[in-house]
């Protein structure tokens, strides 16, 4: 097999069907230091689509300090989908490195990008930054829409510690807020949290909750 290089990976991500990440990322793993320096050039690259597979296969064959590396040179992307990867990606792998933006987090719940204060709302949740419940309330009412309005209400449930609240609305099929309640949950990283989901994936009355708890499932036991 021929080396590999940037420019083969980025045209394999380029792809309609996409690249085969296993083969890639067996193949980063394999030789740590080759994959750290294509997968900065790939987080350099013009295309963003390129840019966002570089984080998510980072967290997944580099070492932790490498892989936040490249977490980090992303979050200020101006691609505002390759800045909401890099900064998952950055929560899964280190708390405390995404604790030190939190500047940054407080400032983007006052963005005029719709899906900026969503993504604030979440990393706020997930670095538990409890002094930051009252801008995000604020920042749910200024947009006055539901998909900001219920990303803040369990939003707050997680950092007023009611994470007893988010497990019993679970159980008792709160639809409408079970897409929130459910990632919630996974935040939480608790036995009773995850006991909740998984009696949701096989008992929920919809398909559509049973996916939902299905896809926070798969992360946590896949990591991905």
């Known amino acids: 097999m021929s080396p590999l290089t940037a420019a083969a990976v980025a045209h394999d991500i380029q792809r309609d069907e996409g690249p085969d990440a296993e083969r890639l990322l067996a193949a980063f793993r394999s030789s740590p230091e080759e994959g750290n320096r294509i997968l900065q050039e790939l987080a350099a690259h013009r295309d963003p689509v390129v840019r966002a597979w570089a984080p998510w296969a980072a967290r997944r064959s580099l070492r932790k300090a490498e892989a936040i590396a490249v977490a980090l040179r992303l979050v200020h992307d101006p691609d505002s989908d390759v800045r909401d990867v890099a900064l998952e990606e950055l929560l899964e792998l280190d708390l405390q490195a995404a604790a030190r933006l939190t500047p940054m987090f407080r400032q983007k719940l006052k963005s005029k990008e719709f899906y900026d204060p969503i993504t604030a ?16 309330r604020a920042a749910a009412e200024r947009w006055d829409n539901a998909l900001h309005k219920n990303t803040a209400e369990v939003v ?19 639809h409408r807020l079970m897409p929130w309640l459910t990632k919630a949950a ?5 036995k009773e949290a995850r006991d909740a989901l998984e009696d949701c994936c096989r008992n929920a009355p919809d398909e559509e909750c049973r996916n939902y708890c299905a896809e926070e499932v798969a992360k946590i036991t896949g990591g991905m």
């Open 186 to 190: 996974r935040l939480l990283r608790t």
């Open 121 to 136: 709302m979440w990393a706020l949740a997930a670095i538990r930054d409890r002094g930051a419940i009252g801008e995000i």
């Open 156 to 174: 707050s449930m997680l950092l007023e510690g009611r994470g007893d609240e988010v497990v019993r609305l679970i159980r008792n099929h709160d």
